[in-house]
């Protein structure tokens, strides 16, 4: 009895859901069924089906189906799943029961299975400038990635391939990977493979291989190792799996590296171990107060400590904890396994601190990158083999909060906000921002062999004091001089800036002071942004800080810094030469790029014997370094001397990113600055070290040590890094002077309206700048080493004293009108306020008393354009009024609201006015700087007065120099200069250290909580004796193409300019995405403080931010573009700026360009600024003068508006109503009438339009031309459906048209004098044509169809068979529409392709037309003077724009270069034409297995253009099964090719035949055609003579003799009329008789071509009549030919068998066959025993085959395999094989010789067998042919041919040897002729034609197997038979002597004894005695005595 337990199945949600199910299962034929349980994804049966087996055992072969189905359904529609389950291992052990766990269920209805494969990033890809490229083969599937670049290129790309295959074929479908180098040759572009199946990915939990890391290896290196990685995900999705979920996300960093490789198993592995030590850190930032406490109390020992965790390759270590300190010391190993290349390139490492070791705090973190310590010998060839990982023992700094890390930015800049200061990377709104965290003492070193078995050891104490040895530390100064900070966001909070260098300097150091400017507040800038008002007194910050010695480091990485920005900027001066056409300029710019390259890369770096800290990695990389510079000499030197200066720009590329891959060791910390508003940290910026650094050899010097730097675009700021023993020359490394004062504060407060110390509460009356710390005068004591200069004096905040309206030229004025009631009153006016009131302070308090609005003067300089007037805008209602209720009497209302209520007591009011600036106020400029200037040294104490205070309402609120109503506060500055008592060698503000206070006042110890500087610190200023004055001139002309905000498709730009500490804003421009401002900004008196000559050098930046004004307020930020300003430090050499094109950035890319100016102009006071013209405008709005505003004239754009196609709804289903086009271009716009019906016609009812408007006269200049597509809605609405900008605006310019002569269309031109010497040069071409040699007229008839003239227009004459063609065509090799003189068939209205307007500013890849706009445009120049009339219009004859009917014709020629598709590697392609709704093409009519395939197919159909105007071409494979697999396809724009005046839709021929294959096809006449020819180009029309053998056409008269010699060598030619018409119109340059080739795309595939199609495409409109016949270009068909070759005899064959007699013979017979038919070959009879090489056969072979008498080819159809279910026709010449061997019957055959004859070549027989040899078949074929030419004939012309033929054998030497010679006579029949003279095979019947009679053959010619007995005579008798005689006489011979000798003693003996016995007349008795006497005698021992 067999059970089966069906426990549950697990379904796929979306094929569990609604569905009852149940398990059907089947044993033997007999079924068995589960209950129907409710469909769920885990669905349960715990069920047992039984089936009886009886006596009979269970047989192995048994099994089980199961089916999984729902109920319901009928199969096999419900059928969810099915398995076969074996019994094999049941019926061996019947007692075992079988557990099956995880039955996978197979879909037997073979739904598709998706093969995933994403390809993420290589690692440690081998190679040198390398450009890896990925190709996935995916079964027989080929994909690639883009190409990347570098070693470790990051691409995240998918590609899926669907299989319909069982599970055992998917399961072997391979997955193979290769990462390929696309710059290297194809046999040394494999950088490495992986190889796996399909089976592996799904046999893997999920189904999937997720972010795993592949080895890859060279198959034929497996020495080599492997070659780098690349990370995957693979994943097999079936029917119904849920698609990935979180496929996208990264995995943790802490990943098992190790665990998640996969390597190939013959690849041996790698192993080295990699050894960090861990010795100690230092600087470690302290724990919090609380937790220090709980440490001390319950012992650091106890509770928690420091621990090093260091994690590497899935691996993570972590030290033993030691107790809390700052400079905690471990002093042990960590040992990790490391495979060589390594796939983890980051050693991470964290320092914890907290109770338990597995949950600490993360005090800090650091990475340690082998690449950059280790190489692999890849970035320098030749001679470098690399070197291993290594590091220190150096320090390695560690850094906490958002973005740490150990990669900040390397030049300055990052992420800028639109509110104000810049937020760069690593930017943080608390104290957790990039901050320091101390150092760790680390030591890396790699060793071969696996690691230990322990993870870690201890460090030996002599290793441990040999690494501190090594660490020799130098006292470093850090300079910082803040030269302006501008573009702040607004607020009461005061700002500083503060400087650090690992922990000093730093706030967050409690240990250390703090190094940070004073703080100030930020001061409004008259617009939009703040400022800190430094002006002359520059604050510095001086950082002291000791560090190791690493100037060498610095010095080599500084010196290879330079030489990859001067070749950076060489490169970039190359690349935009590039874009020009000046061959010279790249030439000379690529000669100074080798040249500078060749001298910096020549220079020393330094070297590392005298370096005591120098480490092993330092070595290392020096050699590299050198490596490499010495490689960069000799790859220049070779590119010069080959004099390839202009091409060597991708090199240089390469070279450039050659050069950044070098980076050093971190060892000391980077310079962090901090933007800081009262305590909170705002933004910072991160320096490396070296690039501020300072080295005495002055070619090691960092970039930017001591240069003016502008950070983030607000920040100006000069920083200098090195030794403080070498700081004397920093002083001349600044611009001012330094000065060093102390600094108090005296605070007062007006109590009982008395000024005095005695009402400060909380506030000490000496102060610092904050008020909190107390700095008693008397207290302060001058540092060690300095002493005081001069008294205390009381000097004011002098930029305070500036007015706040010196650097502006606009000011908004505003005051509040006040009125108040009592409850239940009237109102009454309250007095006027000013604007303190509408601040939301808290508490709210009253404004203070301002004089009323009419009473308010306006200054001198000063003019206002309109007068008050009320803010409407906002909670106020109509009147401007805003209510509000006070809780106590006098007090301000807490709100504000704009409706009036009975307990409201107080409103108010807004007026405003706008104050502007004259044009020509300059102002006094001693009124501006004489608060400014410093007052001189050693000069009397001014008397302290009302002057140096500086007033407040209350405490802590913004100052201001004069006392106003309501204030309570105010404070004055004293100061007192402090001096070095003596020079020395270091720069005197290194040596400021701690604080002035003495350290025993308790009164002057600052708040626990502050964590400003520390109180006293000395105030260091660089101080500019007299500033410098420049004038800002912005000519902001127009921005372009900007990318509106939001889904809006227009904007209200306005610009607002920024510089400095000033900015101002254009006017704003309503509903335009190219706003032309057209306006000047002038920045006058800006005060820049430095050398002028620095700031040339290294100008300010000019921040241009475009905002959406619509709405009012701030506006929406648009974009911004940074500008730099061309410097004049000499007026009178001024050069006019030139507007240049600046780029636009928005947020999210790019967002359009800006066409501006900028120039800064000194200022040296000697007038010649003054004399300088102002810009021109009035009431403070100026123009852009003359000299630079583009120079503009008065243009006609005329626009042909023909129509609009393929137009989608604005962003939602419904189709467009009535859209029109709206037309914009400098500042002007038209608009098109609405296309009433989209859908019945396209096009405009309107189509031509003028737009006078003024542009500019230089190209660069010219403004785009934007299409806007507007819908037309209910109410009004019209939404933006799409828009396209023509950026380009030179091809549409021309001359205006001439009066009274009409114009003419774009298109050919039609100048009279160009169509004179254009038909003089065809018609002397086609006199000269005429000359030639031509074929016989009989055989081009014969051959004349279409497809000779295209394979004679191929160049393949041989399938041509045509002389010089007479009616050619023309073949393009690209598509009619890429033809240069053609114009891309858009000479009468191009395709403008529509996009959304928000396209641009969504991060998608290529946004998606939403239609397109049919239409051109002309420019010219109109007249000036109105009374000068306009010259004529251009679009004025055009064609009629209703839709006509068209009868299409589709030509498909052939294709070529198909991918394949089958698994043989062919196709079976099939054409599919489709028209609007119509689709013609039958699949079955497919070409079989080709990938060229030859369609020869005519395709007719009817369409309506323009409504079906896009003709679909594509190309399919042929299925057994549909769908079909598209190949590819391509689409012809009916419309341009009707419209265009080259005349596309039906192409020219060069004959005019009446009739024949070349017959005249279009439907008008060659005469009538030139007519309306000449009538669209506004000629006259042609004037033929009655004979039609003269015209009339352009001014000229041609005659027919002129192209014709003689009467026509062609049949069928027409009338003369029309022939002349047709050579006018050839010579027109209209489109001839052709056939282009185009490619085909496929969507799936976008961008590869997938191969090429020649077609061509005629349009008939109806409305012109019926079309001529179609062109014949079926396939040219085979005809059949029969070849009979009798062979007849043989003679001088070669002998090869020799007989058991010697004698040399062979067996001959002959075997033929034709090229191609080996299956067909036919063999003779054996002529057996030829012994001189002679046969006799008369045998006849009989070979049918197909013949293309054009091609001169057979055609041979063959199926490649027995399962193909297609013939594959092949095409092969026409060639006989005739080969000659010897029979034998227990060995192979032995070959003797061969014949070759080519039916078309045949080399002529000889007569007879002597003059037969090897000379008839000529030399062996050479290319080129050489000797002399043999006489041959072809046999499809002489049809027969009888004679002898040589055979010829190779021998060794590749000489041919003559083997024989063979009779035969050979005929070729038709297929007609053959069936009326048969004849058979051999000598088979009919035997006729001729008739064969059996061969007379020798006697001896027979199988001896057959007749041994003849064999003998034939072999034996009759060649040796007198031989024979002579033997048989000579044995008798000797057989007679041999008796004679045998007989001869006996008779000498009877003779002997009895001599007379023979005369004796008795013979008998004679005998007896004698007989007996013998025996007697015989026996002697017998006698007796």
Known sequence: MLRLVVAGARIPAPRAAGADVHVRAEFGGVPRSTRVVPGERDTAWNETLVWPLGARPLEPAATVVLRLRQWGHPAPDGDLGAATVPLAQLAAEPSRPLALSDVLLLDRNRRPTGVRVRIIEGRQLQGNNIKPVVKVFIGEHAFRTRIGSGNNPYYNEVFCQNFHETPARLFDEPIHIQVLNSRAVRAESVIGVFKLDVGSVYSSPGRALAWKWLGLHRPDRLDAGLRGYLRVSLRVLRAGDPAPVGEQEKPAESEDVEAELLQPSALPACVATLQLRVYRAEDVARDDAPRQYFHSVLGAGKRGGLAVEVAFGGRTLRTAAVPPGADPAWNEALFFPLRLPPVCDEIRLALLSGDRAEKGDVLGTATLRLSQVASAGAAAEGGFSGFLPCFGPSFLPMYSGPGAGPDPAEAPGGRASRDGWAEPLGASRDDRGVNYRGRLLLELSTSAGSPPERDRAAVAPEDVAGAERSLRRRKYGLCAVFYSATMLAGGPELVQFEVSIGSYGSRADGAREPAATQLSPAVYDGNRYYYLPWYDAKPVVAVTSSWEDVSHRWDSLNALQAVHDRLEQNLTALRDLGRADDAAARDCAGRKLLRELLRDCKKVLPALEAQPTATALDGHLRAARLQLLQQLVAEAGAAGAAGAAAAVLPTAEGWLQRLAAAVPEAAVPDVVLWLVREERRVACARLRPWVVAFSKSGTGGGKLCGKTHTLFLTLRVRLWLGPVAESQELPRRLEGSLRVYAETYENQMKLFGKWGARGLVGRPGFSDASGRAALPRDKLRPPPGWRWDGAWSAEPRRRLLLAAESSVAEVLEEVYENESRPPGGQWAPAGSTDAVSAQGSAPPRTGVAVPPKEQVTCPQGWHVPEGWRVEVTGAVDDAGWEYGGSAAPGSPPPAWHAAEEPGDTRRRRRWLRTRRRDPGAQGTRQDVTTPLRPRPQHAPEPPVGAEAWEYASFSGWRFHPQPQAGDVYRRRRWLRRLVPERPGPAAPLFLLEGSLLWPDDDDAKPPETSRAPAPGTPLILCVFQRPSYFQLRCYIFQAMELAPRGGRATADPVAHVSFLHVSQRTRALVATLDPRWDQTLLFDRVLLYGDPQGIRAEPPAVVVEIFDQDGGGAGAFLGRSVCWPAVCLDVGRRRVPRLRHHPIGGPTGPAGELLAAFELLHDAEDGALARLPAPPGTAGAFGIPAGVRPALRLMALEVLAWGLRGLCGAGAPLPARAPCLLVECGGRALRTPPIADLRANPNFPVNAFLLPLHLPAEEDYVPPVTLRVLDTRDFGYRPELGRASVRSLRPYCCEPAVPGQPPALPGPAASQSWITQLLARIAAEMGAGDKATEEEEEEEEEEGDWWSKFYAATGNAAKSRRGPAKDALTVYGCE?????????????????????????????????????????????????????????????????????????????????????????????????????????????????????????????????????????????????????????????????????????????????????????????????????????????????????????????????????????????????????ALHLLRACRLVPEHLETRTLYNSTQPGLEQGKLQVWVDIFPAGLGPPGPAVDVTPRKPQRYELRCVIWNTRDVDLQDASLTGQRMSDIYVKGWLDGLEEQTQKTDVHYRSLRGDGSFNWRFVFPFDYLPAEQLCVMPKKEHFWSLDETARKVPPKLILQVWDNDKFSADDFLGVLELELGSLPRPARRPGGCTLALLGARRRWPRRGARVPRFSLFRQRCARGWWPCSVEEEDGKRRLAGKLEMSLELLTAKEAEERPAGKGREEPNMYPTLQPPLRPDWSFLWLQAPLRTLRYAVWQRHRCRISAGLALALLLALLLAFVYAAPGYLAMKLVNPLRSLHPFGGGTTKAAATTTTTATTPSTAKP
């Open 1376 to 1620: 009619l529409e890429a033809v240069p003189e053609f114009e891309g068939l858009q000479d009468f209205c191009q395709t403008f392709p529509l996009y959304r307007a928000a396209a641009r500013t969504e991060a998608a890849e290529d946004p998606m037309p939403v239609g397109e706009f049919k239409g051109l445009f002309r420019i010219y120049p109109l007249p000036e003077d109105p009374g000068v009339p306009p010259p004529p219009r251009h679009f004025q004859e055009l064609p009629p724009s209703r839709p006509q009917e068209c009868l299409v014709r589709v030509y498909i020629i052939r294709a070529f270069d198909l991918p394949p598709r089958d698994r043989n590697g062919l196709c079976d392609p099939y054409v599919r034409v489709s028209l609007g709704t119509k689709k013609l093409g039958d699949r079955h009519q497919y070409v079989p297995n080709t990938l060229e395939p030859v369609f020869g197919r005519m395709f007719e159909m009817t369409g309506t253009i323009p409504l079906e105007k896009d003709l679909q071409i594509s190309l399919f494979d042929y299925d057994l099964l549909p769908p079909d697999q598209e190949i590819g396809s391509t689409s012809i724009d009916l419309e341009n090719r009707l419209l265009s005046r080259f005349r596309a839709h039906c192409g020219l021929p060069q004959l005019y035949r009446i009739a024949g294959p070349g017959r005249w096809r279009d439907q008008l006449t060659p005469s009538r055609a030139l007519e309306l020819f000449a009538r669209a180009r506004g000629l006259p029309a042609p004037e033929f003579s009655a004979d039609g053998g003269a015209v009339a056409f352009g001014g000229s008269t041609f005659l027919l003799t002129q192209f014709e010699r003689g009467s026509p060598a062609y049949r069928h030619p027409g009338a003369p009329r029309e022939r002349l």
